[in-house]
């Protein structure tokens, strides 16, 4: 069934490339291009390559009155990290104790974890404000991720996971003498690497993305992420480096992207050598 | 290797009976295969030995101590599952070495351990291998490895050879009874298969509904059916069963289709009239020049032997197993050959032995009782 080249396809997906690239490309150039001129709408598609400075300069010194982007994208990094690790540990030790244990109000305790997932974020932030602000941790880093690692997307997508696993398999370890930790440690875990991975890399972004919940909890300008350092760099209109704030989009873009390319390696492999 | 002895075991889950009272004691060695149609409660028997289920009631003593109250882990039995259950994130090496790394063997002895069990089950060039990349009856041989490993003191088999395609079952069941008797190692066995339960066990229980329906030498269910259950489901195709009444004062039967078998074995006691089932398989059945007329619906043809479905006046259906290709035409003639007939009654469907004969005498009273 070898046809010719098939242009209707290729022409449609050079189409949604250049359609996702574009955007990036505008920053990307732009960065390098005289504020003023952009400012003033006059972007120009190609970049003014004695502008690639921009980018050194933001990233070890900033922004006049700004971090470095060097320490925001660590603090960023730090945070989005700790979520993803967070919830992944969290939701599956949750996950694993309801498909695996049974012990009175499984189905309450499921329900409850499941009913959360029904609440926005913002309903729940001024509360949970009151109760970081008690334990002490407002401005500090742990405050920034810890609120935030309960996830009832993920305990629901590994109790979806771990009830796929067949019970023989799960028999077959019990009668090899294996705990329950050592059933999760060596079994259930590996097993379901794929998803691991592939959540994994859904909620670095999640982390990386948060901008509401470090507005609130972190004054301290040591503490700020790049998603709020963005934000802190865009003033008033007419005094606004765009140059600045390209050049600080487009390495923010970096980290996640880094995530996510590792990651799909991974997340691939582990797709092709799951047995079921 | 141990001995095995189940006393009173039941189990229920919720309102459902699921085993009714098994009572099996198993010597140091034997293999025993127990047989019966889907959800019959096989499966959960095992399961109970395992101790992946707690028994409702009963006692289950390997070696003369009760393991009832164990984790299947501190029972010291390993099980060859039907989907053989492999780890398959782990090498084949890892997959048997597993339980022995849990009970702490040092490294050396595991891998003696492995390599030789590798050795016995020829899987020697694909320790390193993952189970994605091994064949159905390879895995069977890893999962079969396992279990050898363990060195445990009873072997459990859940169906292990319904997922491979039948040259390979028969390839298998040949292997397995090799390696069960070259180890003597005492083994349960589970199975809906007939010809893997005739051919592997020392002994049968044939289970019906929870109930033991026989336990007994794979030739003495075939050739004695405590029941029209067991009659029906051991052989292939299966037993013909006829309606018949007692006569000439419990001599003989007469066939609701007409003619009067003399038992050659002695007389069934009851009183004249008395409603029988008679059980003929299809290959005690010959073709000849007069006989009962079998109305041919179907003609199978084996190469060695044909099966001949038909059936008899008033619509009683027949198999017919006839050595050699089948004669043409639309009806032929059938004869009985009563010295290979079954005599079971027609209510409860123990068989009838007859009178004097020392076999299922305790039921032969619960079955007369309605004299």
């Not at chain 1, 305990?155 to 019990?174: H, S, Y």
């Not at chain 2, 039995?77 to 009970?103: C, E, K, S, W």
């Not at chain 2, 198999?319 to 290979?340: F, I």
């Amino acid at each position: 069934m070898k046809r010719g080249p098939d242009y209707v396809t290729h022409a449609v997906l050079i189409l949604g490339v250049l359609l996702f690239a574009l955007p990036v490309w505008l920053i990307l150039a732009g960065a390098t291009q005289d504020s003023d001129a952009i400012a003033r709408g006059e972007l120009s598609l190609l970049p003014d390559p004695s502008g690639l400075g921009i980018y050194a300069r933001v990233l070890f010194a900033g922004a006049p009155g700004s971090q470095p982007v060097w320490h925001m994208l660590l603090v960023s990094t730090g945070m989005a990290l700790a979520i993803a690790v967070g919830k992944i540990v969290i939701s599956v030790l949750s996950a694993y104790a309801v498909v695996f244990f049974r012990f009175p109000f499984r189905q309450l305790a499921f329900w409850a974890i499941f009913i959360t997932l029904m609440l926005p974020v913002e309903v729940r932030i001024i509360p949970t404000y009151a109760v970081m602000a008690g334990f002490g941790l407002i401005n500090t880093f742990t405050g920034l991720w810890l609120p935030l690692i309960a996830s009832a997307t993920a305990t629901l997508l590994f109790r979806q996971v771990f009830t796929a696993i067949p019970d023989e398999l799960v028999e077959a370890a019990r009668m090899d003498g294996a705990g329950p930790l050592r059933f999760l440690r060596d079994i259930a875990l590996p097993v379901s690497a794929a998803n691991v991975a592939a959540l994994f890399v859904i909620l670095f972004v999640y982390g990386w993305n948060q901008y509401l919940w470090p507005l609130l909890v972190a004054t301290d300008p040591r503490l700020d992420t790049i998603v709020i350092g963005i934000v802190k760099l865009i003033g008033v209109e007419n005094q606004t480096d765009w140059g600045a704030v390209m050049a600080t989009a487009t390495l923010a873009l970096v980290p996640p992207v880094i995530v996510v390319l590792l990651m799909q390696r991974w997340f691939v492999a582990g797709l092709t050598e799951g047995e079921k | 290797m141990a001995t095995l002895e189940l006393q009173g075991l039941r189990k229920s889950f919720g309102e459902t009976e699921v085993l009714r009272r098994i009572d099996l004691t198993l010597a140091d060695g034997e293999m025993l295969v127990i047989v019966g149609a889907s959800g019959c409660g096989k499966s959960t028997l095992l399961r109970l030995v395992a101790g992946l289920e707690s028994p409702t009631e009963g006692r289950i003593l390997l070696d003369g101590t009760d393991v009832a109250a164990r984790d299947p882990a501190e029972r010291d039995i390993a099980m060859v599952f039907q989907n053989y259950a492999l780890y398959p994130h782990m090498t084949v090496f890892d997959n048997m070495a597993y339980g022995l790394r849990i009970r702490g063997l040092s490294r050396d002895a595991i891998r003696q351990r492995v390599d030789e069990a590798a050795g016995l089950l020829g899987l020697g060039e694909l320790l390193q291998r993952k189970p994605r990349q091994l064949s159905g009856g390879q895995r069977q041989r890893v999962a079969m490895g396992r279990a050898i490993v363990r060195e445990p003191k009873l072997f459990l088999f859940d169906e292990p050879l319904s997922n491979l395609d039948a040259k390979l079952r028969v390839q298998m069941r040949a292997e397995i009874r090799r390696l069960q008797r070259r180890l003597g190692v005492t083994s349960l066995y589970v199975t809906h298969d007939q010809v893997e339960a005739m051919t592997l066990g020392d002994r049968l229980l044939v289970l019906h509904n929870g109930h033991p329906a026989q336990l007994a030498t794979p030739i003495e269910v075939f050739e004695q059916p405590a029941d029209t259950y067991v009659a029906g489901f051991i052989g292939a195709p299966a037993m013909n069963f006829l309606d018949a009444t007692l006569t000439e004062s419990g001599r003989a039967a007469r066939l609701a289709v007409g003619p009067v078998l003399r038992f050659p074995d002695g007389p069934r006691p009851g009183p004249e009239g008395r409603r029988l089932t008679i059980g003929i398989r299809p290959e005690h059945l010959a073709l000849a020049a007069q006989g009962l007329p079998l109305a041919v619906e179907l003609v199978e043809p084996l190469g060695s032997e044909s099966l001949i479905h038909g059936h008899l006046q008033g619509g009683v259906p027949l198999v017919v197993k006839h050595p050699g290709h089948a004669p043409g035409g639309e009806t032929v003639q059938v004869a009985l050959l009563p010295e290979h007939m079954h005599v079971f009654d027609h209510e409860t469907g123990r068989r009838l032995p007859p009178i004097g004969a020392e076999t299922g005498a305790p039921r032969l009273v619960a079955a007369g009782s309605d004299q």
